[in-house]
């Protein structure tokens, strides 16, 4: 339904680019072609490049399908979210209070949201709250919205969206 693979394996073209570089500078130098210098770069660029690739893959992905949520290596069960909160009125960067959810968790094992994505509020079964997070968050919360309310709300209802905490409610007492 959703899914952001992390980084692409097109950064790893760095080592390359890196040694032509290099080459043509030893070209437009008037210098002797060595290719010992610009072989080293090769190695050194496109092995920590891709190591950086295979990181971001694993632990900044995220993938939605109609039974569960993952974001990096953590991965909930869509049964398990309660409500997805609307977008924040304020980002975190404003300096304005922010919505309770924003300080709230964020899912996977990175310590927070990872850069260069935004955090969706998510409440959780036992009264727990969250961040999902994506590069493409308004995407995700299409996806997850629906899948959340046609479990949460039956079809039909008239169940307002902030009636989360009454649901059990049996009516007036006589």
């Known amino acids: 339904m959703f899914y952001e693979r992390g980084a692409s394996w097109w950064w790893v073209a760095l080592g390359p680019a890196a040694a032509g570089a290099m080459v043509v500078i030893q070209i437009w130098s008037g210098a002797p072609v060595s290719f ?7 190695v050194l660029v496109s ?5 950086q690739v295979k990181a971001a893959r694993i632990h900044v992905s995220v993938e939605l399908t109609p039974e569960a949520l993952r974001q990096g290596t953590e991965t909930i069960l869509v049964r398990e979210i309660v409500k997805v909160y609307p977008e924040p ?3 975190e960067a404003s300096g304005k209070e922010l919505a309770r959810w924003q300080s709230a968790r964020a899912l996977g094992e990175l310590t ?3 850069r260069h994505r935004i955090g969706i509020g998510l409440k959780l079964t036992g009264d727990r ?12 919360r ?5 899948l959340v309310q046609e479990r949460v709300e039956p079809a039909g209802s008239d169940v307002p969206d902030d009636a989360g905490d009454d649901r059990f409610d049996d009516g007036p007492l006589p």
């Open 47 to 51: 092995s920590f490049v891709g190591l």
């Open 142 to 146: 299409a996806a997850l919205t629906p």
């Open 112 to 114: 927070g949201v990872p």
């Open 129 to 140: 709250t969250a961040q999902a997070w994506a590069r493409r968050h308004r995407q995700l």
């Open 89 to 91: 009125e304020h980002h």
């Open 36 to 42: 010992v210098v610009p072989a080293i770069f090769l």
